[in-house]
């Protein structure tokens, strides 16, 4: 089993940054691939970007370039670095652990996944 608690979010203006974590424990973290997903009101969730436990990452077209994710093993957290934030990326923000060592761009992989929080960009 493993536990996630996503942390920083909040509202922000359009064309600021934001950085999200996610502290992972229950299970060796070094071994899980992380993903990070969103779901805005009305919309199915979808895949953000995740990264594998060798540091591999991969992101969804819509934010490539202005997303960044990163892991910290020793620390047990995944963090999602936000750039360039625009209204299309108010959303609750997902984090989710595989146990697959790769990262896949749908939900199904994703055994574990945390409670969520909120963003929300003003134009």
């Known amino acids: 089993q493993v536990q996630l608690v996503e942390s920083g979010g909040g509202l922000v203006q359009a064309g600021d940054s934001l950085s999200l974590s996610c502290a992972a424990s229950g299970r060796p973290f070094s071994g899980l691939t992380m993903g990070w997903f969103r779901q805005a009101p009305g919309k199915e969730r979808e895949f953000v970007g995740g990264?594998?436990?060798?540091?591999?990452?991969k992101y969804a077209d819509s934010v490539k370039g202005r997303f960044t994710i990163s892991r910290d093993n020793a620390k047990n957290t995944v963090s999602l670095q936000m750039n360039s934030v625009n209204a299309e990326d108010t959303a609750v923000y997902y984090c989710?652990?595989?146990?697959?060592?790769?990262?896949?761009?749908?939900?199904?992989?994703?055994?574990?996944w945390g409670q969520g929080t909120q963003v929300t960009v003003s134009s």
């Open positions: 990264i594998s436990p060798v540091g591999d990452t």
């Open positions: 989710a652990a595989s146990l697959v060592r790769l990262v896949f761009p749908g939900t199904s992989p994703y055994n574990y």
